[in-house]
Every structure is written in C-alpha cells, then in structure tokens.
C-alpha cells in the first residue's frame, strides 16, 4: 500500500524564536531550521512499515515555497520514494493546509496518511483531524503504537489518562506522538543520493482551493518574565522559605 | 444564541477543565450549554446541572459512546452547532481529537490553547512552546476554542440547569474503540493537582522511589520529563510540558530537570516553583523562584523528611 506522509519545516527545537522587530511574525531568516520533529517520526514510521513489507512506496509532501524542499530531501534521505512540494508563498492555516493535502490525497490515493501530531511553531495540533474529516476518513490521533492488520490500522493513542486502542478502516489518518519511534540518522552520503530523487512540484494555485486564513494574528509579544528568584543553600533554608511563604 | 461546551465527565461529575471550560466561557455573557456524551450520562449531567453559570445539560446517552470515538462525537458536534455561536472546550486530548474534526466539516477554524479570552472573538494564546504569545482573532461567525484550564479558576456549584436528553447519531462504521489502559495510580490528577513533584530522567530507576513520598506528603501528584518518560521510569501521562499535560498548581518542584524550552512550556505558569539541580547554570533556575544546586539523590530525601516534621 501506499504511504503519504505530509511534513512541516519549522524553526529547530533548539533554537529560541524571535520576533521580528516589527512585530510582523517570528524571524524566520538565518535561523536554524529543520523537520517537524513529530513528522519526521511519521516518515520513520512509514519507512519501518515499508521494511515489513506492508507500505510499498512512501510518498512525502510538504507546503511551501523555496528552502520548503529541505525538508522533502531530508524525508528523501531518510527512504522516501519521492516527494511532492506544494508550492505556496501564503501564511497557511490548518484548515487550509487540510484543504490542500486533501487534493493531494486525492490524486495520490494512498492507504495510509501520516502525519505529526502537532507542529512545534504553531502548536495548533489540528491538520491530521482536519484531514480526516474532509476525506471522511478515520484518525488515530497521538499515536503510540500503529499495527497494521489486514484493512485496519489498529492505533494505540496517548491520552490524558493513559492510552486507548482503535482500530481504523484503512484508509486512515495517522498522527504521530513522540513515543511512536525513534526516527533513524541521516547519513550524509544518504542525503547525496536524494538528491537524485524526484521532488514534483504543485503550484497550491492551480489547485482551486480557498485557503484565506480564518484568523488574523494581530499581535505577537514575549511572554511576561517571571520576577527573578534567589538560590538557597540548603534542604533547611528551602523548607524554612517555602513554609514563610505558606507553600508548605 | 449560546455556548456548547464539549464537557468530560468520569461518569459521575464534570473533569475538573470542564469546570475551568465553563469559567472561561462567561466571557462572552451568553448563556452556556453543556454537551455530556456518554452511555449512561445521567449522574454526571445531574451533578453538573449544579454548576454555577450552566443554563442547560444536554445528555446524548448511546451504548456506543462508552467510548467516545472522534468520527461519532465530531459529526454529533456538527449536528448542534448551528444552533450556536461558540463551541469550546478544554485543550485536552479528548477535545484536541474531536473538535478539529468537527471544525473542518463546518468549514471553520479551530483557536487553540487559549489562555485569555477578550469577547466577542479575540484570543491569547501561546506559540512556539510557549515563547512567544499569539494574540488572534478569529474572522469565523462560529467560534471553535480549546482553552488551556489551568488559565481559568474553576466554576463552583450554585446552578440549578436544566437536563436534556438528545439521540445519538448511528455509530460510524470507520472506526471503532478496542481496548484501553488507565495508568491507575491513587495520585491526584496532574493537570489540577495544587502540588506537583517532578523528576527528570536523572533520577534513574529510584524516580519513583524518590518522588512518591515526597509528593504523597505534599498531598500532589508525580510528573516527569518527556525523557524519563521515553526512558521507562514514568507513564506517559506524568509528562508535563508542550506536548504532555500543562499544569499551573501552587508548587512545583522540579528535581533534576534541566529546563528546556518543551518543558517549561508545561509548568512555568505554577506559583511557586523550586527546582533542585547539581548544574548551577542548569536553564531551569531562570524560572524557579528557589534554587537549590545540590545533588537530588541527597536532596530529596533530606527534604521530604524535613517537610514530615
Ligand atoms: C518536539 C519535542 C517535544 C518535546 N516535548 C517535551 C515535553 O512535553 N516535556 C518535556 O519534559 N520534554 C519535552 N521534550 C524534550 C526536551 O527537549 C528535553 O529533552 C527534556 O525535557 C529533558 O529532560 P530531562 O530534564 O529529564 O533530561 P536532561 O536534559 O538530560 O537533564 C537532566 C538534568 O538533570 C541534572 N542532574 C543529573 N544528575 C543530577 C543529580 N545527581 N542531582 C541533581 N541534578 C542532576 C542535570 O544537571 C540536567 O540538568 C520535547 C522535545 C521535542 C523535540
């Protein structure tokens, strides 16, 4: 079956972010950026069912406009088959990315859509159940375990509680959670070779789609600090301030 | 025109973020309703018809809402919405699953993790794990909001709603529920616990052993980083941080936890917050109020028997 696994550049989890001066979004420009750490778990998942002989060609997509590829030769690296850039120079909300990659579903027909379970810049944790929904679909979200068994997928979810088994007619939407996998370490001569890949691209405005953002972000500020604290020297000194101040 | 609020219950009474959801939501001064789904909803919807600020308890009983599927409660969502201006709940799993679903099918967004509400549809919200704060408003004449509980007290009883009753939608025929695993532990729940106790993955096979009676005294709960989650010492519900549970309770003690950007993002909002580290440049401390720089294998023994006394 066939495996579409759709991923996100953002900044590199490591890298505080900063806001523009003006205020207009986050610096993008000369930072450190990398996969979506969740998507790139769901690329390993996706490679790791292709060695059990269940996926037989993963197809990686992503929506952007120029360096949007480094992501899809990262995938590519990774395994990947091959790669599908959307390209898109407008600020994309989840509604609309879902809107987008339910025409590339659409043309690419796969069994099986994986995908991050959140992206680390907007936190929104939406597009995968967007997805689903507008393919009328089933979704195993936050997903800690995925089996594959005859036409189901049979995810296990983290939750709030603990965790939850369902099982999903396949085709079917996957989100991935950290524990899922550790994803493989690209090696450099891997990188070289997916360059020779092919990356095909979509121009997102021959597609038809409305993708007008809902929302309009009106202002972005630093969270307020918290007062600095002081540093105790002993157990002793941190019961006595904790009881001073009735925390204890 | 009024507010749904998609409410988890355990059976008996609302989550305590339902009760949160239902303090938020009095921004907007409409009358709110409350969505229970479940098999059999009545104690929970009794109980929570007594909560102050609820004009209306809908129940929507079936037996195959014991467990409730996204695609089934999504397209019940859907079936009342246009009889509302805002759906809202609480940004937890349960709600995270479903209510992005529903949006899509009704062609509008979804604001998320909101931390402050300015009525009619203006919103606060926290991107980036918490770096950066978002202020967004949404353009869509249906509103969908999770809100982040720890941000609103919780609504206490004083209510006298009234209870309906509405059928459920035929259960969908793509998915179906299997099989579940609570992590039973007699500690209080995370998210609302007035005290937190946290390791990190230093504390090795001793985390529960160093952790637990500390926090049984303290009368809170145990959380854990994502890496001594990921390394076995801690179930996957005692993560706190951008992708685990956000908690905000009078103290947290964070003992051997080095403080990255996905873990503050959890816990940075707690009143008081005491971090306990052998690294004196450990990123931690820029957000504890006391900073102890010890060893915690010393540590916290020696404060848990000093807290005894
Ligand atoms: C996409 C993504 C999402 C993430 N989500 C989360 C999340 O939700 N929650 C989360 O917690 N993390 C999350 N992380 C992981 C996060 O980045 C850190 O890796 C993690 O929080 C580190 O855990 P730690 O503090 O236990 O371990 P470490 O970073 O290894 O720190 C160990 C600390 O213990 C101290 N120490 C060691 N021995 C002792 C001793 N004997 N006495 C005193 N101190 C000692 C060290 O000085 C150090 O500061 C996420 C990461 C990514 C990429």
Redesign the pocket.
Known sequence: MKALVAIKRVID?NIRPRIKPDGSGVETENVKMSIN??DEIAVEEALRLKTQGIVTEIVAVTIGHGHAQDVLRHALAMGADRAILVDSTAQLQPLAVSKILKAVYEREQPQLVLLGKQA?DDDAGQVGQMLAALLDIGQGTFASKLEISGNEAIVTREVDTGSETVALQLPAVITTD?RLNEPRFVKLPNLMMAKKKPIETIQATDLGIDTAPHLKVTNLAEPPARKPGIKVNSVAELVEKLRSVGAI | MSILILAEHDGQQLRKAARQTISAAQAWGLPVHLLLVGDDTAAAAASAAKVAGVARVIRVDAPHLAHPLAEDVAALVVSLARDYKIVVAPHTTFAKNILPRAAALLDVAVVADVIGIKAPATYARPIYAGSVLATVENTDALQVVTVRATSFDAADDGGNAEITSLPAPAANGKSRWVSEVRNESDQPDLASAPVVVSG???LGEQFHQLLTPLAQKLEGAVGA????VDAGYAPNDW??????TIVAPGLYIA?????????L??MKDSKIIVA????PD?A?FSVADYGLV????EALPALTAAISK
């Open positions: 989890h750490p969740f680390i950290l | 990190g993955r230093s980083t994502r890496a001594a993560q706190v941080g951008q992708t685990g003992a051997g936890i080095s403080g990255a950007a996905q873990h993002a959890g306990i580290n052998h690294d450990a931690i010890a060893d915690l294998f």
